[in-house]
């Protein structure tokens, strides 16, 4: 089966490459693409509705930046304000609502056009300088900050890669091919989200690669900092920038320049070349990463540590990330007053497609999936993958899904073919691709040792046990059922 298994993928993966080859106009990525955008937060199964009850929302409203122009759109519902944050820049929406009884779903949203370029730099390195130490841009982006830090063992390392160079863009691009050839990459990143921890373990996700690569070049005296961004294609996604004159800011995208490395990527070479044909990577060198930045992405913010301005009097909000707010946000940037305990909550992006109500509720049965899973509401969670099947973008989410509803539910061979059905889709999503091959092996094994076929689930086990990565607690998970069988 395994045999089969791979030359259907094989198979799938020619045929996307044969589709981006085939097309009558290929998209040219150095041209520049106006895209529809909306963000949407809902908040589903809302039961109980206290006469008090509040919603205090926080999220990113896009801006201009070097590779985009945004215009706004509605924003829904009525925000109670729209602030700036003093240090970078980033607009931030601030939403207080006040449901009424009876309202099962909360909706908020954000509409938004933006037209996205590639950026491309020509750097003379002898050109180069840092700008003046005594300025303000100098002194914030070359201090110690929560989650990258400057000093320490992140100093030491950075004056290690350099050596005796001394300047600043060479000593930017040093640190760049070492991140690429030492670090190994996880999605989700470990739980200390710093520069220091991501030095200490070697791995991490792209937004500690960029907040490590900018501890490093402010430890020397480099400005730098993060960029946090939305796929088009859907997912979050970080990498980092470096200030030198008369150049300014010049972006740097260590995790997307490993993922073309076939040593170094979780993609094979015909993945990699998908990869980067979705994201709009016109060079096979992954050393085009340094300098230059793809276009099929929005910038949603710059800068960690962001500030939410407050009246006078009061101390303002510190979210050291927003991405782009709400439950994804550090600390959370979103307060529940007065509704049940297990409202199930959270954003997404769409682009290019223009949905209802209805539709984000939907999309929301998908993307939530696990919040809903954990309510114990899989029906709602298979209403949503049953919906969702023709969107390829989520196919290996929407597979591995249903096959965990029909396992919950007994139906173990529905279950197996669903999962198998995930490791066949493609993907270009490191995160997708490691929810297929860590996640579908754990339930697959669970299915047949429910099917009592423990030879087979043991094999379904060890090879995530072998893959190392414990992704979600996918390697704990797969040793919990190694040593004793899977039992509802």
């Known amino acids: 089966m395994n045999g ?5 993928v094989l198979t799938v993966v020619l045929l996307a490459l044969a589709g981006f080859a085939g097309a009558s106009v290929a998209p040219d990525p150095t041209k520049p693409e106006t895209v529809q955008g909306s963000y949407w937060y809902v908040l589903d199964h809302v039961v109980d509705v206290a006469p008090d009850a509040s919603v205090s929302l926080v999220a990113v409203v896009p801006g201009n930046h070097a590779h985009q122009k945004i215009k706004l759109g509605n924003i829904f519902p009525e925000p109670e304000q729209i602030v700036v944050d003093p240090d970078h820049g980033n607009r931030i929406v601030i939403w207080k609502y006040r449901p009424e009884p009876g309202e099962e779903q909360i909706y908020f949203r954000i509409d938004f ?28 982006y070359t201090c110690n900050e929560t989650w990258i830090e400057a000093d320490g063992k992140v100093a030491e390392s950075a004056r290690t890669i350099v050596g005796g160079e001394r300047n600043p863009y060479v000593q930017a691009r040093l640190i760049f091919d070492w991140m690429v050839k030492s670090l190994r990459f996880v999605p989700g990143g470990l739980p200390d989200r710093g520069a220091a ?29 993060t960029v946090t961004n939305v796929w088009l294609d859907g997912g979050m996604h970080r990498f980092a920038e470096f200030y030198v004159e008369p150049y300014g800011w010049i972006p740097v995208d ?9 040593e170094f990527s979780l993609f094979d070479d015909t993945e990699i070349k998908v990869f980067r044909l979705t994201r709009g990577i016109p060079s096979e060198e992954s050393s085009w ?28 909000v510190v979210f050291t990330t927003l991405e782009p707010g709400g439950a994804n946000a550090w600390p959370p940037a979103i307060d529940l007053v007065g509704l049940n305990e297990d409202v199930v909550h959270g954003g997404f992006f769409v682009f290019d497609r ?61 279950a197996e073919a669903c ?33 009592d076929r423990r030879t087979m689930a043991l094999e379904e086990y060890r090879q995530v046990v072998e893959m190392g990565i414990n992704y979600k607690g996918a390697v704990d998970y797969a040793r919990l059922y190694i040593l004793e069988p899977y039992s509802p």
């Not at 921890?197 to 020397?220: E, I, V």
């Not at 990463?289 to 303002?316: D, K, M």
């Not at 490791?423 to 270009?428: F, G, P, Y």
Request: charged share 20%; hydrophobic share 40%; proline share 4%.
């Open 289 to 316: 990463l340094f300098g230059n930045l793809y276009r099929n992405h929005v910038t949603l913010t710059v800068g960690n540590n962001i500030v939410i301005p407050a009246p006078e009097g009061r101390t303002p």
């Open 197 to 225: 921890g991501t030095l200490n373990a070697s791995s991490g996700d792209c937004g500690q690669y960029s907040r490590l690569f900018a501890g490093m070049c402010r430890s020397l005296g480099i400005p730098a900092r």
């Open 254 to 262: 260590v995790s997307v320049a490993q993922a073309m490395i076939p």
């Open 113 to 140: 056009t933006a037209v996205i370029t590639m950026r491309t730099t020509d750097v003379d390195p002898d050109a180069v300088s840092i700008p003046d130490r005594g300025s303000a841009l100098w002194r914030m």
């Open 354 to 414: 223009q949905i209802d109500t209805e539709d984000a509720h939907q999309l929301a049965h998908q993307k939530l999936a696990d919040q809903f899973f954990n309510a114990g509401m899989d029906e709602i969670v298979e209403d949503g993958c049953l919906t969702a099947q023709e969107d390829h973008s989520d196919g290996v989410a929407t597979w591995i899904n249903l096959g965990r509803v029909n396992l919950h539910k007994g139906n173990y061979a529905r």
């Open 419 to 451: 999962l198998l059905r995930a490791l066949s889709e493609v993907t270009t999503s490191r995160s997708a691709k490691l929810e297929a091959a860590l996640w579908a092996h754990n339930y697959l094994g669970n299915c047949y040792d429910m099917m």
């Open 4 to 8: 089969v298994l791979r030359i259907g």
